[in-house]
């Protein structure tokens, strides 16, 4: 575990330089993986609370949140009971909290430039049977990650003026129309409307989804979608 954390350049994530402290991201996860009782798992919460992962006060989530969150659920699963429900508490209001504008976006392995909440959130899909197994809180969690979808478009085919994408579909996409962000090569583009044509079944990932007024060539293959609202989530 310590090995793990110690890997992380916690210096080079950026971060608002006012709020940002990456000694504090270090030493509070170093702190809470030897957590061995409540006074410690409060020490570290307070430093990963303080400008480590997220400054509580302001409500802000930093990059490091999206670096920290596998971390943290390595020590949920393994550490003290008390240094469980701290990491817990954090994954969750790094979830809920609004990063700065000019630190929103972090780099993974499905997109360049995905909104902070969207990379945690994904990280919590990832291991779902982990956090179902830890009672309500991890239940909630993962009710709450569900809410970042992300879909891997594979082919598509015209529709009279829109375009059905067929594809891998990750989390829950909402009923109704709803815009999303379009990820390809680097470049971001915003869908004004799109909709849920086939939800997945049977426990696929297996989804179509309807993009009105694009045409096919617009949406390759590879391309991935995110909510708009995620990338509009800024202080």
């Known amino acids: 575990m310590l090995d793990a954390i110690n890997s ?3 210096d080079a994530i950026p971060g608002h330089p006012d709020w ?3 000694a504090r991201a270090a030493h509070g996860l170093r702190v809470l993986a030897d957590a061995a009782n409540l006074v410690e798992a409060a020490e570290a919460s307070s430093l990963l609370g303080g400008g480590g992962i997220v400054h509580g006060h302001s ?9 920290a969150t596998p971390l943290l659920l390595d020590i949920a699963q393994q550490g003290h009971p008390a240094a469980r429900d701290a990491a817990l508490g954090l994954v969750d209001e790094a979830l809920s909290s609004y990063p700065h504008g ?3 976006r972090v780099t993974t392995s499905y997109g360049t430039a995905v909104p902070i909440c969207c990379a945690i959130a994904h990280q919590l899909q990832a291991r779902s049977a982990l956090l179902a197994g830890l009672g309500m809180r991890g239940k909630a969690l993962l009710a709450d990650a569900a809410e970042h979808w992300r879909f891997k478009i594979r082919e598509c085919v015209a529709e009279s003026n829109d375009t059905a994408a067929f594809g891998a579909l990750v989390g829950f996409f909402p009923s109704g129309v709803h815009a999303a962000e379009l990820h390809v090569g680097g470049e971001i583009a915003v869908l004004d409307e799109v909709a849920l044509e086939y939800p997945p079944e049977d426990g696929s990932a297996e989804a179509c989804l309807r993009v009105t007024g694009r045409r096919p060539a617009e949406l390759p293959p590879s391309a991935v979608l995110f909510p708009a609202r995620c990338g509009e989530r800024v202080h």
């Open 59 to 67: 409500a802000a989530v930093f990059p490091a949140a999206a670096v």
């Open 20 to 22: 940002y402290e990456p």
């Open 102 to 104: 000019e630190y929103s």
């Open 8 to 10: 992380v350049d916690w």
